[in-house]
């Protein structure tokens, strides 16, 4: 049986997004208010604030977990065009305790427009994380060196010719790199809103394999399923 609770947020405008971590301990949850705060679970179930801080300039669409082997780390998007990238550190020891903060690792500043969706890959891809605009274009970044989070090289840019406005790394070993594209375009005879990419290791390149045309009004949110491709 579910069983619900509501959590006063205190976010001062309106919430974007609400992400989990790994293993369902920790939540970030973002918004208009520009800001970011992460959510602790205590042994009692409940939540409460350990991190509460401004992240953006504009309002913050998303906020996605990196997989725990790469440490505590979240990246999040804005409408002020970036994406960012965060770490939690120890920045005081002291016999009273550790004291953490989120220190900003990076800042992606390639888009020209609202940046709309945010999203780490798949563990078994390494570290790489994927972005989308209200431009059309989906960039896929990579973290040469996991030890060092401030150094993210552009690797691809995928022209959609479609506002952008979610995306979904497909989580299964059993196929290659695959990225669904939620557009948000209002305009019927603009097509499919939902398309499906293939990165292709021989050539090296992201193709669009699939156009979902039944699909045809804006689309908000897209997600693989999980473990079933």
């Excluded at 990225?179 to 290791?201: C, F, Q, R, T």
Aim: aromatic letters at 10%; one cysteine or more; charged letters at 20%.
């Amino acid at each position: 049986m579910f069983v619900s609770s509501s959590l006063s947020a205190d976010h001062k405008d309106l919430i974007h997004d609400v992400a989990y971590d790994f293993h369902g301990r920790r939540m970030a949850t973002c918004s208009s208010d520009q800001s970011v705060k992460i959510w602790d679970q205590g042994e009692g179930g409940e939540w409460h604030c350990s991190a509460n801080w401004k992240t953006h300039s504009g309002s913050v669409w998303r906020v996605t977990w990196a997989h725990p082997e790469f440490g505590q780390v979240i990246a999040t998007c804005s409408f002020d065009r970036t994406a960012s990238v965060w770490e939690e550190l120890v920045v005081d020891s002291s016999p009273d305790g550790s004291h953490k903060n989120w220190v900003k690792k990076a800042c992606l500043v390639d888009s020209r427009t609202s940046v709309t969706d945010v999203q780490f890959c798949p563990k078994h891809l390494g570290l790489q994380l994927a972005t989308c605009s209200s431009d059309g274009i989906v960039r896929i970044y990579e973290a040469p060196d996991v030890m060092n989070l401030s150094q993210w090289s552009l690797q691809f840019e995928i022209v959609c010719k479609l506002s952008c406005s979610c995306l979904s790394w497909n989580p299964s070993r059993m196929h290659s790199p695959m990225i669904a594209v939620g557009s948000d375009d209002s305009n019927p005879s603009a097509g499919g809103k939902v398309l499906i990419y293939e990165y292709y290791d021989n050539n090296r390149k992201w193709q669009k394999v699939e156009t979902i045309m039944s699909i045809t009004d804006p689309v908000r949110d897209v997600e693989f399923s999980p473990n079933l491709g």
